[in-house]
Each structure stands twice: as structure tokens, then as C-alpha cells.
């Protein structure tokens, strides 16, 4: 119960100096936890740390993802047995090994080549696991980076999902299962077998955030996915420690990164099943959302600070920006960049599909765009945010916990 107090209501000092830009698990100073924090209650006394599994040491998957339990509560995809013992999930299905999960819910990422969807491959595409068509409408991000070492293209490959279910604390767990393998010749949105499993657990209210990725490289039994804090299963899906996830690059800023491409994935009411920023009433737009990557540097989990630059203020009334990824994510979501568009539809290269960021157009013109407030945006994202940013960009280190 404190706790869930400090976490939420109180106001904590102290703590080793943040500021830096891989200060993930210190800098927002909200758990009472934290070596050398100071938890101020509402009375001024002292509250005492009281999580079994404190921040500071590393840990093992079980271990990370019992402490992760602990703070951002259940994750519902696995019905619990008991202490370290769970079922297990089916990704494609979208069920639990005992049956149905209350308000979880689960999508088909769909490929469309001209509007038209695919479930099959067509012989195209780089032969990294994660792609089999030659061309498509909306791609995967992933493989593109170049901070992501799957050649640098973007993937198009029927039969990867995405299943979204919130927990009475009001975390939100996400689990994408992709890199769909078919030895077996089922059919690429049939079989059950994918190499690439993550699972992301966010609380929008505290910040708080856990990643994980599965262990890799080949197919894994995505009809028995694991929770990561099973004592006996976990092995199964998940490595012995928890692998870094691209945080340094990508989930810079925030939990979860959307795109064209798993926006696809709709729940029943029609909006993504990702939760996404003007959709779902915990995430307004703004750069105001608390992200907090649980005993980041504990796991080494590296995190970089956003761009604040006046130049950039027109993305940013919306969210933030952050990480030498989103310089990348910014150009494809802006209609530039070959590793993304020489694999997309000569139909969606075209300005009012290329362009899905600001994600309304009116009154901008493929003329127009380069001048205009986001085309200078664009500009000073392609300066700054690399790995040698230009010595005049201002960066500030995101905020990592709750509001205070
Ligand atoms: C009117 C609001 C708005 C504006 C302006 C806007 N965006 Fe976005 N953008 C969004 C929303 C909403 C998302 C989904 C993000 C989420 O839910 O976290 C998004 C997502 C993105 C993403 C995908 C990665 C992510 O953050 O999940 C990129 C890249 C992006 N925006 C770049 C830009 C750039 C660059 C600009 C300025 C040229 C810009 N945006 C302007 C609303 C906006």
C-alpha cells in the first residue's frame, strides 16, 4: 500500500544525480526504492521502501519479471496458478491455455499490396525471417534501421499479431508476435510458430514500463507463449536475462511505438490495439506522459535524451521526440527513405499516403511541405537526432516517472 503511494501520490528526492542521458531508472526519483532515495510521505515522514524485489541489482527474467509484477501488477494473458507458475498464451488464437481472457484483445497485422490484402508469400522480399512479400502498402519498421542488423529494409510478411489487455492497476500489457515461420506449409496466418515474441507492460498513470524479448533466433510455439516470471516455462520463450530492446534507439521516449504498419491491427470499436495517443483516455497528446523504464540501469537498458529544440515545436505539440530511430521513423512516416519506400507500392509513395505524419494534411502540399512549420521540423530531426547531432540542438532528459 505505501507503495502504491508513493508511486503515485507522494513527492521523493534524492537519489543519485539525473540529468544524464541514460539516467532511466533514477532520474525521475519516484520509487521510494531507489538507492539513497529520500520518500517524502504527505506528512513529511519517511516512507519506507516495501517491494520484495528493490531497483539497483540485476536481475534474471524470472526475477525481472516478478519485480515488474510487483509494481505494474498481473499480466492478464496468463491466468495465475500459483507464485511462479502460470498459463500460458496462444498468439494467434488470442486465448489462454485455460480458455478465454477478459478484455484481452488481438489482431492479424494485415499486408496489402494496392489496397488488396495477402495472406501469402509471394517468393519476394530479404530472406531475414521477417519478410515475404515483394511489395506492400504499409511495412515493417523493424529491419529497416540501421540500428536493427536484418538489412536494412523494410519487411512485408503476412501473419504477424498483435494483443493488447489492461489489468485492474491500469497497466497495459502488449504482446506482438511476428517473424512468422511456415515449415510446415499450414498457411502463413495459420501457423503458430513465430522467432520474434515481445511483450511491453506500461502503466500510464506511474510511467512505469517493462520490456521483454523473447530469446531467439528460430521459430518459437506461439501457442504456448510463456509468462517471463514462470519459474519452470519461462525458458521456453524468454532469455536467461532480460535482452536490451532497443531502447537506446527506438522505445526512446515512451512504451509503446506506433506505425502505419501495426496501426493496422483495430480493435472491435475501430482503434488501434496498440494504445495510442488521442485514442485511449490515459494517453492525451503532449510530451507531458511519465515513462519510466523499470531498474533500467540496473538491466542496462540504455535510454537517450528527447529533442526540445524550438525548430521541432510543431511535432511536439503532439509527442515527443527521441532516439537516433525516430530521425528514421520521421523520415518514413514524411515520404523519404529508401530502406522504407524502395519496398512500398508506388500507390502509397505518393504525398497523401506517404505522408502519414502530421497525421492531418489539410492545407499542405508535396510543394508546400518543405517549407511549412514540419518540413523544417524535418530538417532539424534529420540534424539532431543522429548519432552526432549538430552542436546547437537542445535535448533535455524525458521525464521518467509520474508527474509530480
Ligand atoms: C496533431 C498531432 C500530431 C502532430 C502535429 C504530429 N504527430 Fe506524429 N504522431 C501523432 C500520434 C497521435 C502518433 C501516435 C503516437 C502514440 O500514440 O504514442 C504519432 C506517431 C508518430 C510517429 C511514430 C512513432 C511514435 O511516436 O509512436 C512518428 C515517427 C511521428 N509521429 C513523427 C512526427 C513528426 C516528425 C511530426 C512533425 C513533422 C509529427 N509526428 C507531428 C500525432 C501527431
Redesign the pocket.
Known amino acids: 500500500m505505501t507503495a502504491a503511494l508513493c508511486a503515485t501520490l507522494v513527492h521523493c528526492s534524492g537519489g543519485p544525480a539525473g540529468g544524464g542521458s541514460s539516467s532511466g531508472a533514477s532520474s525521475g526519483g519516484v520509487s521510494c526504492d531507489e538507492p539513497g532515495s529520500n520518500c517524502v510521505g504527505p506528512d513529511g515522514g519517511r516512507i519506507e521502501p516495501s517491494y520484495a524485489l528493490p531497483e539497483g541489482k540485476t536481475y534474471s527474467t524470472p526475477d525481472y519479471a516478478a519485480m515488474c509484477v510487483e509494481r505494474l501488477g498481473e499480466i492478464p494473458f496468463f491466468p495465475k496458478i500459483a507464485d511462479g507458475s502460470y498459463e500460458t498464451f496462444d498468439c494467434r488464437d488470442f486465448v489462454s491455455s485455460k480458455g478465454p481472457v477478459a478484455g484481452a484483445e488481438g489482431a492479424l497485422i494485415p499486408v496489402t499490396v494496392n489496397d488488396v490484402a495477402t495472406t501469402k508469400c509471394d517468393g519476394g522480399g530479404l530472406d531475414n525471417g521477417y519478410d515475404c512479400v515483394s511489395k506492400c502498402d504499409r511495412a515493417m519498421w523493424f529491419t529497416a534501421s540501421e540500428f536493427i542488423d536484418e538489412g536494412q529494409s523494410a519487411a512485408c510478411q503476412p501473419g504477424p499479431t498483435v494483443t493488447h489487455v489492461r489489468n485492474a492497476q491500469g497497466t497495459d500489457w502488449v504482446l506482438l508476435c511476428r517473424s512468422v515461420q511456415d515449415p510446415q506449409g499450414l498457411g502463413m496466418t495459420k501457423t503458430k510458430r513465430f522467432s520474434d515474441i515481445a511483450l511491453i507492460g506500461y502503466n500510464p498513470k506511474s510511467g512505469a514500463t517493462c520490456f521483454f524479448q523473447n530469446k531467439g533466433p528460430t521459430g518459437q510455439d506461439g501457442a504456448r507463449v510463456a509468462h517471463p516470471g514462470d519459474r519452470a516455462k519461462s525458458s521456453t520463450i524468454w532469455p536467461d536475462k532480460p535482452l536490451a530492446y532497443c531502447t537506446d534507439a527506438c522505445h526512446t521516449t ?1 512504451a ?4 502505419p504498419w501495426i496501426d493496422q491491427a483495430k480493435r472491435k470499436d475501430g482503434k488501434s490495439i496498440v494504445p ?3 485514442e485511449q483516455p490515459d ?1 492525451p ?1 503532449g510530451t507531458k506522459g511519465a515513462f519510466r523504464v523499470l531498474n533500467a540501469e540496473a538491466q542496462g537498458f540504455e535510454l537517450k535524451p528527447e529533442l526540445v529544440d524550438d525548430k521541432v515545436a ?2 511536439r ?3 515527443r ?1 527521441g532516439g537516433s530511430g ?1 530521425r528514421e ?2 523520415d518514413w ?2 515520404g523519404t527513405g529508401a530502406a522504407y519506400y524502395d519496398r512500398i507500392t508506388n500507390n502509397y509513395k505518393a504525398f497523401a499516403k506517404s505522408h502519414t ?4 494534411l489539410d492545407g499542405l502540399t508535396a510543394q508546400s511541405f518543405a517549407t511549412s512549420p ?1 518540413g523544417i ?2 530538417k532539424r ?1 534529420d540534424e539532431c537526432l543522429t548519432r552526432s547531432p549538430a552542436a546547437d540542438c537542445k535535448f533535455a532528459s524525458t521525464r521518467m516517472g509520474a508527474a509530480p
Do not use: D, E, N, R
Not at 505524419?357 to 492531418?360: A, L
Open positions: 515512451k509503446f511505438v506506433h506505425s495510442k495517443a488521442g494517453y497528446l510543431a511535432c505539440t503532439c509527442h521526440l525516430y521513423f520521421s512516416s514524411t505524419m502530421p497525421p492531418s514540419y521540423a524535418m530531426i
